[in-house]
Nanobody
Framework: VQLQASGGGLVQAGGSLRLSCAASGRTLTRYGVAWFRQAPGKEREFVAAIGWSGLPTDYADSVKERFAVSRDNVESTVYLQMNTLKPEDTAIYYC????????????????WGQGTQVTVSS
């Protein structure tokens, strides 16, 4: 399955963005999908994940109650709604898919999108 992340951009602190992760080549049904991010000079970190049916969902503490992950299996797309953005949310955001159970480890995901840049100005 090929994944393409989109929706990034430049936004002021307190603003919102919605990222999309669209699948091609194969439907996303039966795949759990996670979002990770990597800021300059930092290691990649887990952001959020969603099971193939829409449940369960999981969030990093740093984004809980500000970000929401959802999916549309008909459109084979997973979304990450990001609200109340902070400068520390600035990073390249990646989506990844796995047909195994959801984890927070990037190495457990077999398919990755190319990333989309999110920049939050203060």
């Amino acid at each position: 399955v090929q994944l393409q992340a989109s929706g990034g951009g430049l936004v002021q602190a307190g603003g919102s963005l919605r990222l999309s992760c669209a699948a091609s080549g194969r439907t996303l049904t039966r795949y759990g999908v996670a979002w990770f991010r990597q800021a300059p000079g930092k290691e990649r970190e887990f952001v959020a994940a969603i099971g193939w049916s829409g449940l369960p969902t999981d969030y990093a503490d740093s984004v809980k109650e500000r970000f929401a992950v959802s999916r549309d299996n008909v459109e084979s797309t997973v979304y990450l709604q990001m609200n109340t953005l902070k400068p520390e949310d600035t990073a390249i955001y990646y989506c990844a898919a796995s047909d195994q159970r959801l984890t927070r480890k990037g190495s457990d995901y077999d398919y990755w999108g190319q990333g989309t840049q999110v920049t939050v100005s203060s």
